[in-house]
């Protein structure tokens, strides 16, 4: 299974960007799903979680500014990202949440100038 992640870019801070996931299988079989994000230099962290019914965890750091959402039918997981801040930056991926992870992707890299 993969799981690709796309939509990173460069964005001003306060500005949006919204992140793709997706998956070479259907995501009901997947069960929960979460985005995480890797800056420079720092440990990869979970940033949000979802499960295969729509319930939405998120880490303090970005609650009431990103939203993570799932389309079932097209296999992909969303994350809006609203309000960015620097300390958003980073590489962003998705995989699922707990022990038994598949093998990452590259991810995507979103810049968020000052």
């Known amino acids: 299974v993969q799981l690709q992640a796309s939509g990173g870019g460069l964005v001003q801070a306060g500005g949006s960007l919204r992140l793709s996931c997706a998956a070479s299988k259907t995501i009901r079989s997947i069960g929960v799903i979460a985005w995480y994000r890797q800056a420079p230099g720092k440990e990869r962290e979970l940033v949000a979680t979802i499960t295969a019914v729509g319930h939405a965890e998120y880490v303090g750091s970005v609650k009431g500014r990103f939203t993570i959402s799932r389309d079932n039918a097209k296999n992909t997981v969303y994350l809006q990202m609203n309000s960015l801040k620097s300390e958003d930056a980073g590489v962003y991926y998705c995989?699922?949440?707990?022990?038994?992870?598949?093998?990452w992707g590259q991810g995507t890299l979103v810049t968020v100038s000052s």
């Open positions: 995989n699922t949440w707990g022990p038994r992870k598949y093998p």
